[in-house]
């Protein structure tokens, strides 16, 4: 196996090496270069990659082993937290305010970083994404102050997540869980979380090995799904639902 990632050719919709030669040091770095087209970005995620590193860095493009993922039915909230989710006057929209969770995501200051990996063009390349109708995000709002938030990609019937942030504690957990509820009712069986850590696993992530998350984002992204804004779909949904939909931790799951 290379010691060295790839280098990808200018043309947007060149192919990605194979995801079995991603380093295992540091993990999952596949490929560098290239740019954050649209042709390029939905090639990316139809094969399990995506793009992260810092300004002033070429982009790299990553596939790490194993992945952390949740069952969109798997997302888990605390005993606490859901009681007290009972009288949050929360809401909860989608695609209102894409722009406003990417840069909240962006600024938000995140343990042992110096600074963010979603640059100014990641911001550019995501929104325009977003234009087209293959970027979503799950806004949480405090009558019109925004929260708490996630964004991330959607290809057939899967979400590949990106970032969320908490403006006020809690509020990316509930963006994360009312996103995990909707996708789960609307035939999406899972979200990709991409990197594991200790928060996302209490949150009732698990982690996959390549070949069954490689098995899984080629079936699911085949499938046919509206590529269109989500706002319609999702309305204004009260926040304290959730206390009813959402499993306490430690309850299993139909994860496939």
């Not at 390029?40 to 002033?56: E, K, M, T, V």
């Not at 990197?195 to 009732?204: A, P, T």
């Not at 499938?223 to 779909?233: E, G, I, S």
């Amino acid at each position: 196996m290379s010691t060295l990632p790839a280098l990808l050719p200018p043309e947007p919709d060149a192919p990605f090496p194979p995801v079995e030669r991603a380093l295992r040091q540091p993990d999952g770095l596949l490929a560098l270069g290239g740019d954050l087209s649209p042709t390029r970005l939905l090639n990316a995620y139809r094969h399990g990659i995506f793009p992260w590193y810092s300004q002033g860095q070429p982009i790299l493009w990553w596939s790490p082993d194993p992945r952390t993922m949740f069952a969109t039915d798997g997302v888990r909230l605390g005993s606490k937290f859901r009681r007290g989710l009972r009288r949050s006057t929360w809401e909860v929209r989608a695609d209102t305010a894409f722009a406003q969770v990417i840069r909240a995501c962006a600024e938000s200051p995140r343990p042992g970083q110096a600074g963010t990996w979603i640059t100014r063009d990641m911001r550019t390349a995501y929104e325009r994404m977003h234009e087209l109708g293959h970027a979503h995000s799950f806004e949480v709002f405090d009558g019109e102050r925004l929260v708490g938030g996630i964004y991330g990609i959607a290809i057939g019937r899967m979400f590949f997540g990106e970032s969320m942030f908490s403006a006020v504690s809690g509020g990316s957990k509930v963006a994360l869980a009312a996103l995990a509820f909707h996708l789960h009712d609307w035939g999406f069986p899972l979200i990709d979380a991409q990197v594991e850590n200790d928060h996302l696993l209490g949150l009732g992530a698990r982690l996959w090995p390549r070949p069954r998350f490689k098995a899984a984002v080629a079936a699911l992204t085949a499938q046919p799904d509206p590529v269109a804004p989500w706002t319609d779909r999702v309305g204004r949904w009260p926040a304290s639902r959730l206390a009813d939909v959402i499993a306490p931790a430690g309850a299993a799951s139909s994860e496939p």
